[in-house]
T-cell receptor
Framework: QKEVEQDPGPLSVPEGAIVSLNCTYS??????FMWYRQYSRKGPELLMY????GNKEDGRFTAQVDKSSKYISLFIRDSQPSDSATYLC???????????FGKGTRLSVIA | DVKVTQSSRYLVKRTGEKVFLECVQD?????MFWYRQDPGLGLRLIYF???????EKGDIPEGYSVSREKKERFSLILESASTNQTSMYLC????????????FGEGSRLTVL
C-alpha cells in the first residue's frame, strides 16, 4: 500500500462549484501535510500547509487534516477556471525526511 | 524571488546515451531532490541529498546516479539511457526550517528514442 493515496480523477466541475479533494495516508508518524498545485507543463507550487490536525483557511481554499482517520482534504469554494490544475497532497514526519506525494487529482473548472 | 532552475526543459536522447540533468537553486538550501513524474504514477523520488557530497537513494534509484559537488547544484545522471526512462524529471530544494516547503523547478521532459 502506498503511504499516501489519492484519487487521480479527472474531476470536472462547473465554475462556482465547491470542490472537495481528498487523500488518505497510512503512516501515523506523519506530522506535516501539504497541498501542491501544478499547472500544465509547470513544476508543483505549495498551495496550503498544515501541521498536525485541524483546519487552515486561505481565501477560497481550506485544508483539513483528521489524524484520527488519517484523512487529508482540500476544499475550494467558488471555483474558477484558473483553478484548473493537478492537485497533489503530500505528507512527511517530523524528521528531515522527504515528502511522500499522492498521485495527484486533475481538476477542470468549466466556465 | 526564490528559484530552482533546471538546465534543459526538453531533451531528446538515444538509447545508451549518457544524460546529465542539471539543477541549481539560489536559496542556500541544504536539501535537494530529484523526482520523476509519469501519468498514473505520480511523483516518485529517485535520489535526494541533505548536504554537499551526500546522497541517499529514494524509491526508484535504479538506472540513475547523482552528484552534489556544490551546495547549490544537484545533478541527475543517466549512465545509459533507456526508453523506460522517458519521463518528466523534477528537481526540488528545501531548507531546514520547520515547515520544510519544497520548491520545484519547471521540470525537464526527457524523451529516449
Amino acid at each position: 500500500q502506498k503511504e499516501v493515496e489519492q484519487d487521480p480523477g479527472p474531476l470536472s466541475v462547473p465554475e462556482g462549484a465547491i470542490v472537495s479533494l481528498n487523500c488518505t495516508y497510512s503512516n501515523s508518524a506523519f506530522q506535516y501535510f501539504m497541498w501542491y498545485r501544478q499547472y500544465s507543463r509547470k513544476g508543483p507550487e505549495l498551495l496550503m500547509y498544515t501541521y498536525s490536525s485541524g483546519n487552515k483557511e486561505d481565501g477560497r481554499f481550506t485544508a483539513q487534516v483528521d489524524k484520527s482517520s488519517k484523512y487529508i482534504s482540500l476544499f475550494i469554494r467558488d471555483s474558477q477556471p484558473s483553478d484548473s490544475a493537478t492537485y497533489l497532497c503530500a505528507s512527511r514526519n517530523s524528521g528531515n525526511t522527504p515528502l511522500v506525494f499522492g498521485k495527484g487529482t486533475r481538476l477542470s473548472v468549466i466556465a | 524571488d526564490v528559484k530552482v532552475t533546471q538546465s534543459s526543459r526538453y531533451l531528446v536522447k538515444r538509447t545508451g546515451e549518457k544524460v546529465f540533468l542539471e539543477c541549481v537553486q539560489d536559496m542556500d538550501h541544504e536539501n535537494m531532490f530529484w523526482y520523476r513524474q509519469d501519468p498514473g504514477l505520480g511523483l516518485r523520488l529517485i535520489y535526494f541529498s541533505y548536504d554537499v557530497k551526500m546522497k541517499e537513494k529514494g524509491d526508484i534509484p535504479e538506472g540513475y546516479s547523482v552528484s552534489r559537488e556544490k551546495k547549490e547544484r544537484f545533478s541527475l545522471i543517466l549512465e545509459s539511457a533507456s526508453t523506460n526512462q522517458t519521463s518528466m524529471y523534477l528537481c526540488a530544494s528545501r531548507g531546514q526550517g520547520r515547515t520544510g516547503e519544497l520548491f520545484f523547478g519547471e521540470g525537464s521532459r526527457l524523451t529516449v528514442l
